[in-house]
Structure formats: structure tokens, C-alpha cells
């Protein structure tokens, strides 16, 4: 979700006050299919009018996301894993890759591995990388790696906060200690209620991205803990009264971190470090994201790395 200042010519929010941190990194990643066939119901039927998530948002990812500082992020994950090991990586698996922006960043040399949920998105990162192993997964089904295979596997741009179930997030985290190496580590990134509330919830906003029209309407449901984001793609010289030429619904759910700690735990992985916003620093309830990293809990307890 938000982190970084669009310019205001991209953007006019239509309730609520224009915000102040960006837009695009809660919907960045397609891991998950975004929910719509997770089993849990978002209120009504999608209906044929909505197509596949990222179908049509492929096309025009890399523009609408060039705000997101993947060089930075890249560089505080490779960072934290050597901290935490005290190892240098010699690769990285990238669980929701989308267009590979993020894996294109890590340090030269590493092997790079990639897996997501949109061959659309799949395609673009193919281009980009050429030389790293990409594979179309869910993160909610099996991962398509051995057992005890990934010293560094990474989940960015709130991609968990996709998997609407929590059972499905518990399965995810079954299947990443199950492929997690013994000193392994897993960092992921959730997205925090107040960026949703402060940054989505109730704002319809408007966008241009290669001369077509874009309107991005979020609404958050405190109850079911559902945010709902409907992204309306209008044809170039598109006017005001004309309907959408394609439609696309993104759903994601809040997490709480004793909720994932929990059910990271209940799959044999322990949390043993918490920042926020890509930053190294202790996390705040104000931050967009929170920055989580795991490992293989021992029944011993917590052991030193």
C-alpha cells in the first residue's frame, strides 16, 4: 500500500482528503489469486463483469508502481539476512515476484527465484530476468521447492495480506518450514490498519497511465476485516459517461502480528525480529508496513543465529 508521494497530477481522491503518502503498494502483488476462490466471501458475487486480478493491471504495473523504492527494500532484506545468519546469501526467492522489479534489485551473483499467481505478471518478470527460475504458484498451495532447499525467501508488497483465510495463511506458513533451510530466514511485510484506513478506506482515486484512464475504489469492512479495491480500466479518449472497458476486484484482509505470530508459530516457525517500513528501527502502529522475519523454531526454544 502507501508509502511514497505520487505526483498530484496522477492523483485526485474524491472522499476523504488527498493523501499524503502515495498510493500502489497494496495492490502489488498477485501471489495470491486476491482472494476469489480462497472460500471466503466478499459480500456478493463477483459476477463476469470482474476479470482475473492483474489480467489487465499487467500491462501498465511497472508505470503505475514506479514510486515503490524496490532498490531500498532489496538492499534492507539482503541486509537483515545477513544480520540474522551472519552468512552471505547466495540466493533469494522472491514467494509473490509480480514483474520481478524486486528480485532485479538483490546483490549481483545471487541466485534468484521467483514464484507468483498472475502468468501475466510472470511474463514481465521473464523479460527482466532471464536468468533466474520463475514458476506460476500459489501462496496458499504447495511451494515448489525441496524440503530444507531456501536460505532466503521473501514476501513483499502486503502479498500475504491476499490470502483471505486464515487457514490459508497457516498452510503458507506450513509449506515455508517446510522448504525453509535449518538457519534459514523468511521476511515478509503486512499491511498496518492505519495505512488502510488512512490511505484507502472510502477513497476512490483517479489515474493516467499511458493515456488511459484508471479509477481505483477501496472501501474496508472493520467486520470481516476486508478491504475491497475495484480498479475500472477506461479506454484512451474515454468520456466521463462512458462505462469501463475492463474491471478487476482486489481483495485483501488485515492481520494483526499476534494473529500471524500465532499462526507462524502453530506451523513451527518463530518471529524473531520486528521493524517497520523497510526501515532499521522498531515497527510503530503509523507505519504502512510492518516488517516481519522468521525462522524454524526449535523445541528447544529460541536459539541464537
Known amino acids: 500500500m502507501a508509502s511514497k508521494k505520487r505526483s498530484p497530477a496522477a492523483i485526485s481522491a474524491e472522499s476523504g482528503p488527498q493523501r499524503k503518502s502515495g498510493i500502489g503498494q497494496g495492490l502489488a ?67 509473490a515476484c509480480g514483474t520481478g522489479q524486486l528480485l532485479a534489485h538483490f546483490p549481483p551473483g545471487l541466485q534468484r527465484s521467483g514464484m507468483d499467481g498472475s ?27 525441496a524440503d530444507g532447499s531456501q536460505p532466503h525467501l521473501v514476501s513483499t508488497h502486503d502479498s500475504l495480506n491476499y490470502l483471505l483465510d486464515p487457514e490459508d495463511l497457516s498452510r503458507h506458513f506450513a509449506e515455508v518450514r517446510r522448504v525453509l533451510a535449518p538457519d534459514g530466514i523468511y ?5 498496518s490498519l492505519e495505512n488502510i484506513l488512512k ?16 479509477v481505483w475504489k477501496n472501501e474496508y469492512d472493520p467486520k470481516t476485516r476486508l478491504m475491497r479495491s475495484d480498479l475500472e480500466f477506461y479506454d484512451k479518449g474515454a468520456r466521463k459517461s462512458d462505462p469501463p472497458a475492463h474491471t478487476e476486484r482486489h481483495l485483501q484482509r488485515y492481520y494483526s502480528i499476534e494473529e500471524v505470530r500465532g499462526l507462524a508459530r502453530r506451523a513451527g516457525l518463530e518471529v524473531v525480529l520486528i521493524e517497520g517500513d523497510y526501515e532499521p ?6 507505519d504502512n508496513f510492518w516488517n516481519l522475519h522468521l525462522r524454524i523454531e526449535t523445541s528447544g526454544g529460541r536459539r541464537a543465529i
Not at 42 to 54: A, I, K, N, Q, V
Not at 199 to 214: E, I, M, Y
Not at 281 to 286: D, G, L
Open 29 to 95: 502483488r498477485s501471489g495470491a489469486q486476491a482472494g476469489t476462490d480462497s472460500g471466503v466471501s466478499d459480500g456478493g458475487h463477483l459476477g463476469d463483469e470482474f476479470r482475473d486480478p492483474y489480467s489487465i493491471f499487467a500491462e501498465v504495473y511497472d508505470e503505475f508502481m514506479e514510486h515503490v523504492p524496490y532498490a531500498a527494500w532489496a538492499h534492507y532484506l539482503d541486509r537483515r539476512y545477513r544480520a540474522l545468519t551472519r552468512r552471505t546469501p547466495r540466493s533469494v526467492v522472491d514467494l
Open 119 to 145: 502468468r501475466a505478471m510472470l511474463e514481465r518478470a521473464r523479460r527482466r530476468l532471464p536468468d533466474a527460475r520463475l514458476y506460476h504458484g500459489r501462496l496458499e498451495r504447495s511451494l515448489k521447492f
Open 187 to 191: 521476511s515478509l511485510d503486512l499491511v
Open 199 to 214: 490511505n484507502f478506506d472510502n477513497q476512490t482515486l483517479r489515474h493516467k497511465v499511458r493515456g488511459r484512464g484508471l
Open 281 to 286: 528501527r522498531e515497527h510503530r502502529p503509523s
